[in-house]
């Protein structure tokens, strides 16, 4: 399902677009001018966007342009009532996809709004490939497990064969996928990702196979699931460990027999697909325990690769904050690492890294951003960590309840909460939303509701 943002002051256009984007099944959010248009940019993953070009404050060709710059996968669908050719043309190029005068034709909206949709869509394929080739020789790490998996992802990579990456957050499992498929023969077909913790259990079916027109209440048209999209490619499960075991079921026989119907329809189709799975959860205790299946576990574990928490391979933390550093200060020749003190290197050693690789990228992207000292000391080191002290404040924040109302005191701490998992989750909305056990969708709210900062 697509997500519309609306960027117009005039309350009947936000009414009647919205309403009927709102039929059409997709997922709507509406601002009143370009500022506000701008920051829920920032929190909310929007597929189009239709822009007034008359608005107050900030005019729509410079909301165009900037939202071109920072976001150059969106499309974005310029309204206006006092069209000029003029305006139509310098739109479209700053990159507008197309152009619609007020009043409305319903039917224009619609069907432009289908085609901005599916070329994003398949941008967003695109750009996945191109930065999965890119990443390719971007596994950095020399210590002995490190090099165990290059070996196994070159004696595999060729193979067709399914792999089952295990390996706790963040420790790089996705990098190794990519990585993987970057190696075998259908690094130029698509590499599709399914995160299968992010999708709802009703909706799994459906994002898997696809699903045909009516299939269900908005299945406005015909939709193919990951596993057409990545035919001839390969396919990602992700986080396949969370899939309830009635999805399962039907990925093992798409996996078995690499035949499925799509939801709501009959024609068998075959696809051509390598699978790939990941987890971070102890995949041998859930067959044990009986939530994921002993078959399907055989099935997609044909070769095993464990990625080693940072923890265990703390000797390459030197060479990581090394890499880190230079690929955030892109471009500066003169960019030296920031040099840390004997006492700060060490407490980076002993540090437990619980979110591994990504809390270190986290960790170095502060240090480099925030920190002036040429070398940093242990204390800066410890504060920019930041996962120690903000549990302590939580702690001794509980003081500070005592002379709150409840509602307030419930907004403070959902608060904090909120900012605690999206920061041990490197600000993933996915996997936030999942550790707290709540929907993206209502993430979102608090995050808007407390206007948490999104760090990236
Ligand atoms: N060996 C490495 N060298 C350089 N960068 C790495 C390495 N391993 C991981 N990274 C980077 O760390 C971040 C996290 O990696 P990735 O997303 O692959 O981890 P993951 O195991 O899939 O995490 P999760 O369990 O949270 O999904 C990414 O930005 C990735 O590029
Ligand atoms: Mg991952």
């Not at 309204?79 to 700053?94: D, F, M, N, P, Q």
């Not at 706790?168 to 990585?179: D, F, I, P, Q, S």
């Not at 709802?200 to 057409?228: M, Q, W, Y």
């Not at 078959?295 to 090394?322: A, G, K, T």
Request: contains cysteine; negative net charge.
């Amino acid at each position: 399902m697509s997500r519309i943002l609306i960027i117009d002051d005039e309350p009947a256009i936000q009414d009647v677009l919205g309403d009927i984007l709102r039929d059409e099944g997709y997922e709507v959010f509406i601002a009143g001018d370009g500022l506000e248009g701008l920051r829920l940019l920032k929190t909310e993953p929007v597929d189009v966007v239709f822009l007034d070009v008359w608005l107050p404050g900030k005019g729509g060709i410079d909301v165009l342009e900037a939202i071109k710059s920072d976001w150059p996968d969106v499309e974005v669908v310029i309204i206006s009532g006092h069209a000029t050719v003029e305006t139509a043309v310098r739109a479209i190029k700053l990159g507008a996809y197309d152009y619609l005068e007020k009043p409305l034709d319903l039917g224009r909206v619609v069907t432009i709004t289908r085609n901005a949709a599916r070329l994003e869509a398949l941008r967003r394929e695109n750009a996945a490939l191109r930065q999965g080739q890119f990443l390719e020789d971007d596994m950095i790490g020399d210590t002995e497990g490190m090099r165990r998996i290059r070996e196994i992802v070159g004696q595999s990579a060729a193979s067709d064969s399914r792999m089952m990456i295990l390996g706790e957050n963040g420790t790089g499992k996705e990098l190794v996928a990519r990585m993987i498929h970057n190696r075998s023969r259908r690094s130029t077909r698509p590499f599709v990702e399914v995160n299968c913790a992010a999708i709802p259990d009703n909706l799994i079916e459906s994002e898997l196979f696809g699903h045909e027109k009516g299939a269900f209440t908005g299945a406005v048209a015909r939709r193919r699931g990951k596993f057409e999209i990545a035919d001839t490619g390969t396919l990602f499960l992700d986080e396949v460990a969370d899939m309830t075991l009635e999805a399962q079921a039907k990925v093992l026989r798409a996996v078995q027999e690499m035949t499925f119907e799509r939801v709501g329809g009959e024609d068998q189709i075959h696809v051509d697909v390598r699978i790939i799975s990941a987890t971070n959860k102890d995949i041998r205790r859930e067959v044990e325990e009986g939530r994921f299946r002993e078959d399907l576990y055989f099935r997609l574990n044909v070769i095993p690769l464990s990625v080693p928490p940072l923890r265990e391979r703390r000797d390459d933390l030197p060479i990581l904050i090394d890499y880190f550093h230079k690929s955030l200060v892109k471009g500066d020749n003169d960019a030296s690492p920031p040099g840390f003190s004997a006492e700060a290197m060490k407490l980076l050693t002993e540090y437990p890294w619980p979110g591994n690789i990504r809390e270190l990228k986290n960790f170095i992207e502060r240090v480099t951003i925030l920190v002036d000292e040429t070398v940093v000391t242990e204390e800066t080191a410890r504060y920019y960590l930041g996962k120690a002290g903000s549990r302590l404040s939580v702690v001794s924040a509980d003081r500070e309840y005592d002379t709150m109302k409840l509602g307030e005191a419930r907004d403070l701490f959902e608060k904090r909460l909120v900012e605690r998992r999206l920061e041990e989750n490197g600000f993933n909305i996915a996997k936030t939303a999942q550790a707290l056990g709540v929907y993206p969708s209502n993430l979102h709210g608090k995050i808007k509701k407390y206007s948490v900062e999104i760090r990236k």
